[in-house]
């Protein structure tokens, strides 16, 4: 069999005509019915050794297909190809091939299924998010499918995304895909490592590469050291790190490159933290996404090991993250009087200058405490952590010695004036669209909280925010850190730490256990929030060595 | 009378004197303030704030307005500002909202006055009124603007922003009642301070946040704005409508902005990244600071002019701890260093060139040497007795005009408009393009077509009757000399070593050549005598003949009584010292007299057309049975591209590319393939045929160049109705739900191809429309518009 006629062309599915879909199609279906006979014809005759290997391969590529015809059945954003491919799945199945079903339940297996919109019942703004990203990728993600609670962030994130990975920049395409899998196995999060490996072949990536970082290029390895630091303990990023990197002979990067590699590298870190934080389960066409077998105990996949949701972890893990069951009715309730009081209050009470310092470094300090206790260290699965040397080298073992965070002035260095010139200046348009993406996070809200219409979310969001910042040692100097302790509560802490420091350890535990009143949506926002607001920590710390190496 | 006094209190004092000169500060600086006197600054950061007398040498530290042990947030400035009527008063700005005020004249060490804490985030700005003594103003991160009485305890007004948070404010200086606002939005704002309701007048100035602004000192109405976006605008706002004056483009956010006392055009910028000089600006003339200083190590963060009526002084401080007085006199001017030459080639072939005048004098003192047809014409720039740069910036323009006629590239564009490039067959094609170039007297170019169709199309095609026309009344009067030249002893194996006419015909080519229909120019002018030695000459062709000249044999013309196909000698010149030649169109360049070319003669000994104006190769009949297969002669017809596109005729390297197309691509590297493309597609572009262009785009097969004409293929449209652009799809809005593109002659919505009227916007279908227009010319919705569709 003649390898070039049998070459899937799945680019076809992505045009905006149908014809040209329909052709595509048409095409696909003919090769796996080709597939097929050939397969059947094999088995029929005995089977001799030699053709054993073979026909285990063709097998192979046949259920490689099968595969993705089953994501475009569920996920292609066009209708006739969702039917098609169906129609195409139970044709195979009517000769006698096993065919696949997905595994799992919907796109995050923290939020039912029901609750996540279905492709094919998207509005019409939605459907153009949906083909656009469609046809930027090929494919719509779960990521997508969750942040569409939230059309509105997911247009500016798409859009970023898209620019970062594949428009103009300094960077080689291969290159953008690389860094994105080292990000994103920082925090072993196996989701975005298939999804960019995939990817990093497609583009003509060398796969040596991806048997662990010695044996990417020099100047790669020489990322390493910056996404840990930038990963787990941005505040250390020095100007030293940035000259290393500038000046190392044939193997330095230009500052251009720099600034598009961090920006990568922030951007994948904090999507780690969304994967996580939302329970975003395996793409149905990646490896444990689907299944050819019927449902058996035995079958988890990866990521249920890494992040600790293994059916076993999860009786162990957390205990501090439970709150009885009775409050949580007044939860809510509890949430708006309190933010009314603080908003009545403020101009009366008047804290001193030292209880506002204070309050920031008690915020700071207890946040390295605020931990689920669980103490067992989780062994990253093999397969992901060969593109990080230094497994041991994490939030956790920082906080836990009380390492002391130094304080970083927002007045001093904030994105607005400073990070968005640097990033503009040596990366045009990406400071634009992530400023924008910023703006959009901080900015979202639909004035309503759980049951209640026409609250003013602005002073939540604000704590929010700021409470990620603080634990990363950013500090405003005109807001008193006391609202954040009224406002958040211990398991939602819980929560925002994990998900931001240590994603890898989010819990579905922990994700129900707080704000239980509060939609899904509600919640996924929380984490847009969580999301950007981390981006920006670590960009800032980034961007203020570069600036001070350029000084 | 007011200026009367004004400028007597600048002239009460000795006047200024100083020099260049910095002082180190203990911590970063974030803003400084003058005072009144001129001889007082005041620097204001985070952990600094304190006063700094102005002495002849030197900075001396006067003051430490940071008392008490324990640091207070209070006291970390984003800004400060010193009272332009009492000299003991001082505003600052805290990064915690607060407001505080100081008294100098507090007898004790703690000289802070009041403190106004009514900000929810960081102030921003203060700012003093210019003549009341009480009124001060402040704008903060939270989008309010407060107005503030010193004689009470809270403020007196306040302006809301609409949640965005403010980044400058500045009273009027001419205005009493007015101050103007900037925002993190772009926008910039105008209030009455007696109405905090309502802004009197709101404009988006900039792209992303406006850092700063500056009233004119002296024009009423004019304020400079600077952004996030790099610029610096000038806005007049006396007009109905502010309008935009002047824009200056800086090389990085601008933070600050302040007009150069005494002198109208001119303002200092700042800016917050990056770059760490001050520029001081001539607003007419916005590419080249007028001055620069350099002393500061980080960016600088405030700046302020010594003096409102001294423009030679002025105050800097900066992130590198440092406090400088820089002297005009000393700075470095960046037009100086400027080289004021340029050169342009005009589209016709003109040339116009700048240069500075005392060059351009001593240039045009020579007379330009006879004979030279190209006629210098020389303008001078009038100067402005007013623009004060004239002494920086004086140049002259020289515009060379080409000769009437001589340079007119009519022949370009004619190309260009009638050459067939695809969807005939090849030899169709070729033909046609050689009739074009032959009706245009391109006659080289002409013949060239017709060679190609003879090596890329099988023999039997050639039409004869096409054939006899090309060759025309050349070959008439070359036949006496074909028998005497037939290649007997050509087998078919050494066919393919290219025979080599050597025929040095004296070629008096004068332009009389070109009439006739045969070949190519470019000649060297040969003593030789005429026909009747070519034989000889045609020996001789191996012997001088240099491997790499490969001649096209050109099995042109098939004559009844004529056993012998009769190759009009189509030699190219392979050489380079012929492609030497000055490029231009080139049936004029080959000027048989002109020395160049007669130098080159050795190497170009290879063209050689015959006294009649062109060569003749005869091959055997044997020959050209041995049918030659084309791929024989690519490395030719490279060759012979390359020295089109070397000539500066890149439209036929082009046009033959892509009308040959695979036959010839994998010959040439892709680089020079994109490489012509895109020369050809500026070339086209220039002269505005947009339709050949994008037909060469969508021809060319290169990769790089296919990609042209995708790029940026959306179009932007708004909402008909709320005049909103519409984001997601072009017909239906997001904001009022309406369907905007409505066919005028169907009522439905359109989807694909919409086509409008440009004079009354009323549009369809496309169909429809060329439909209704056939019928009637009126508009079909009806509005009486006479539309045209064409």
């Known amino acids: 069999m003649a390898e070039g006629e049998n070459e899937v062309r799945w680019d076809g599915l992505c045009s905006r005509d149908s014809t040209t879909r329909e052709t595509a199609l048409e095409n696909i279906r003919q090769i796996i019915l080709r597939k097929t006979e050939y397969l059947r014809s094999v088995k029929e005759t005995p089977c001799r050794p030699s053709d054993g290997l073979s026909n285990t391969v063709s097998l192979d590529g046949l259920n490689k297909l099968l595969a993705h015809l089953l994501m475009l059945s569920k996920r292609c954003p066009f209708k006739d190809v969702r039917e098609k491919s169906e129609f195409i799945l139970k044709s195979i199945q009517e000769l006698g091939i096993r065919i696949p079903r997905p595994l799992g339940h919907g796109p995050s297996r923290f939020i039912p299924e029901k609750e996540i919109l279905q492709v094919g019942s998207e509005d019409a703004q939605m459907h153009a998010l949906f083909a656009d990203s469609f046809a930027a990728l090929g494919r719509l993600d779960n990521i997508t499918l969750v942040m569409v609670f939230h059309p509105q962030y997911l247009e500016s994130f798409l859009k970023t995304q898209h620019y970062l990975l594949q428009m103009d920049g300094p960077l080689p395409l291969h290159y953008r895909h690389y860094i994105g899998i080292m990000a994103a196995a920082r925090h072993q999060c196996s989701y975005l490592v298939n999804l960019h490996v995939n990817d990093f072949l497609h583009v003509g990536g060398d796969p040596k590469w991806l048997n662990g970082l010695e044996n990417a290029p020099q100047k790669l390895q020489n990322l390493g050291e910056l996404n840990k630091v930038l990963a787990h303990r941005p505040w250390l990023i020095t100007k030293e790190h940035i000259e290393g990197l500038l000046k190392a002979e044939e193997h330095s990067w230009s500052l251009a490159e720099l600034v598009h590699a961090v920006v990568l590298l922030t951007h994948y870190h904090s999507l780690a933290s969304f994967t996580f934080g939302c329970g975003i389960s395996p793409e149905i066409h990646c490896d444990g996404g689907h299944t050819f077998r019927p449902p058996s105990v035995s079958n988890y996949c990866i990521c249920d090991i890494t992040n600790g949701n293994h059916s076993v972890d999860e009786m162990q893990v957390n205990s501090a993250g439970n709150v009885s069951v009775s409050d949580s009715f007044f939860e809510v309730e509890a949430l708006m009087e309190k933010m009314r009081q603080l908003q009545e209050c403020r101009d009366e009470e008047e804290a001193s200058q030292e209880e506002m310092a204070s309050r920031f470094e008690i915020e700071k300090r207890e946040s390295m405490f605020v931990f689920s206790s669980d103490d067992e260290e989780v062994t990253p699965a093999r397969d992901v952590s060969r593109h990080f040397e230094d497994t041991s080298y994490g939030y956790k073992d920082f906080s836990r010695h009380g390492m002391h965070v130094p304080t970083f002035r927002v007045q001093d260095y904030c994105w607005e004036d400073h990070g968005y010139s640097l990033v503009n200046r040596l990366y045009p348009d990406v400071g634009q669209l992530i400023d924008e993406k910023f703006h959009i996070a901080y900015n979202l809200t639909y004035n309503t909280m759980a049951m209640h219409k026409d609250v003013d979310t602005s002073m939540l969001r604000r704590a929010i925010w700021n409470y990620i910042h603080c634990m990363f040692g950013i500090r405003y100097d005109d807001y008193d850190y006391g609202e954040i302790n009224q406002l958040l509560d211990r398991s939602f802490k819980v929560y925002i730490k994990t998900v931001v420091c240590t994603p890898e350890k989010v819990t579905k535990r922990m994700y129900d256990s707080f704000w239980r009143q509060f939609k899904h949506s509600e919640k996924v926002h929380v984490n847009l929030l969580l999301i950007e607001a981390r981006m920006q920590a670590e960009l800032l710390y980034a961007l203020r060595a570069i600036t001070r190496y350029m000084t | ?790």
């Not at chain 2, 900066?318 to 589209?347: I, M, T, W």
């Not at chain 2, 959306?714 to 709320?722: D, E, I, P, R």
Request: glycine fraction near 6%; hydrophobic fraction near 35%; charged fraction near 25%.
């Open chain 2, 1 to 790: 009378m007011e200026k009367m006094s004004r400028v007597t209190t600048a002239l009460g004092g000795s006047t200024l004197t100083g020099r260049t000169m910095h002082c180190h500060l203990d911590a970063p600086a974030n803003a400084i303030s003058v005072c009144r006197d001129a001889a007082q600054v005041v620097v204001a950061g985070r952990s600094i704030f304190k006063i700094y007398s102005i002495e002849e040498e030197q900075f001396v530290e006067k003051l430490n307005l940071r008392v008490g042990r324990k640091p207070s947030l209070n006291l970390s400035c984003a800004d400060v500002v010193w009272h332009q009527m009492d000299e003991n008063l001082l505003a600052t700005a805290a990064t915690n909202g607060v407001v505080v005020t100081w008294n100098l004249g507090r007898p004790s060490r703690n000289k802070q006055d009041q403190l106004f804490t009514e900000h929810k985030r960081t102030v921003n700005k203060v700012c003093f009124h210019p003549t009341e003594a009480h009124v001060l103003l402040s704008g903060s991160q939270d989008g309010f603007m407060k107005c503030f009485d010193l004689r009470r305890k809270d403020s007196v007004s306040t302006f809301s922003g609409q949640s965005e948070s403010v980044r400058d404010v500045q009273f009027s200086i001419r205005d009493y009642f007015t101050f103007a606002s900037t925002f993190e939005n772009g926008n910039v704002q105008l209030w009455d301070i007696r109405r905090p309701d309502r802004c009197e007048r709101m404009f988006t100035a900039h792209n992303g946040p406006v850092f700063c602004c500056d009233w004119h000192p002296e024009d009423r109405g004019w304020l400079a704005t600077g952004g996030r976006d790099k610029m610096v605008k000038v806005w007049d706002m006396t007009t109905h409508r502010a309008k935009e004056m002047h824009c200056v483009q800086t090389i990085a956010s601008v933070a600050r902005v302040k007009w150069r006392p005494e002198c109208r055009h001119h303002l200092a910028t700042c800016s917050m990244m990056v770059d760490h000089n001050i520029y001081v600006w001539d607003v007419r003339r916005p590419f080249v600071p007028a001055a620069m200083f350099e002393e500061h190590r980080d960016v600088t963060t405030g700046i302020a002019w010594r003096h409102p009526h001294d423009p030679s002084f002025l105050l800097s401080g900066s992130k590198d701890s440092s406090l400088c007085q820089h002297l005009f006199r000393d700075a470095s001017q960046p037009v100086e260093r400027a080289n004021p030459e340029g050169l342009c080639y005009g589209l016709f072939g003109d040339l116009a060139f700048a240069a500075k005048e005392s060059l351009v004098a001593a240039e045009s003192g020579r007379k330009p040497y006879s004979g030279d047809r190209r006629h210098p014409m020389f303008f001078k720039r009038k100067l402005d007795p007013a623009e004060p740069f004239a002494g920086l910036a004086s140049s002259a323009l020289s515009v060379f005009e080409m000769e009437p006629g001589s340079g007119s590239m009519g022949w370009f564009v004619d190309t260009a408009e009638r050459y067939a490039l695809s969807g005939r067959p090849l030899a169709e094609l070729c033909d046609h393009n050689a009739k074009v170039a032959r009706e245009l007297g391109r006659n080289q170019v002409a013949q060239t077509w017709t060679m190609l169709r003879i090596i890329y199309c099988s023999p039997g095609l050639v039409p004869s009757a096409n054939l006899n026309h090309s060759v025309g009344k050349g070959s008439s009067c070359g036949l006496p000399l074909m028998n005497s030249f037939n290649l007997k002893d050509m087998t078919p194996g050494l066919g393919s070593e290219t025979r080599l006419d050597r025929n040095k015909g004296d070629t008096r080519s004068d332009t009389a050549l070109l009439d006739s229909s045969a070949t190519l120019i470019t000649n060297e002018d040969n003593e030789e005598t005429e026909g009747s030695d070519v034989p000889t000459d045609y020996l001789l062709g191996d012997a001088e003949g240099e491997e790499d000249e490969l001649y096209l044999l050109d099995p042109e013309h098939a004559h009844p009584e004529e056993p012998e196909y009769v190759l009009p000698q189509e030699a190219f010149p392979l050489r380079h010292e012929i492609v030497d030649t000055p490029p231009g169109p080139e049936h004029l360049q080959d000027k048989a007299d002109s020395p160049h070319v007669s130098g080159s003669e050795a190497d170009a000994a290879s063209l050689a057309p015959m006294d009649s104006s062109f060569s003749l190769l005869s091959v055997s009949h044997a020959l050209y049975d041995s049918r030659l297969p084309p791929d024989f002669f690519s490395v030719l017809v490279r060759d012979m591209l390359r020295f089109y596109a070397e000539q500066g005729d890149v439209q036929m390297a082009v046009s033959v590319l892509i009308v040959l197309g695979e036959r010839v691509r994998k010959d040439i590297d892709e680089q020079t393939q994109e490489h012509w493309y895109t020369s050809y597609i500026d070339l086209l572009q220039r002269f505005r045929l947009w339709n050949v262009s994008n037909e060469v785009v969508k021809l060319s097969t290169s990769r790089a160049i296919s990609c042209l004409n995708q790029a940026s293929t959306t179009l932007h449209v708004n909402c008909s109705h709320c005049k909103r652009p519409m984001s997601s799809r072009g017909w239906v809005c997001d904001r009022c739900h309406r369907c905007a593109s409505m066919c005028a002659v169907c009522h439905h919505v359109v989807k694909g191809l919409f086509v409008w009227c440009q004079g009354c916007s009323h549009g369809g279908h496309l169909q429809h429309i060329m439909k209704w227009l056939e019928g009637s010319s009126h508009c079909p919705a009806g509005c009486g518009h006479l539309c045209e569709y064409s």
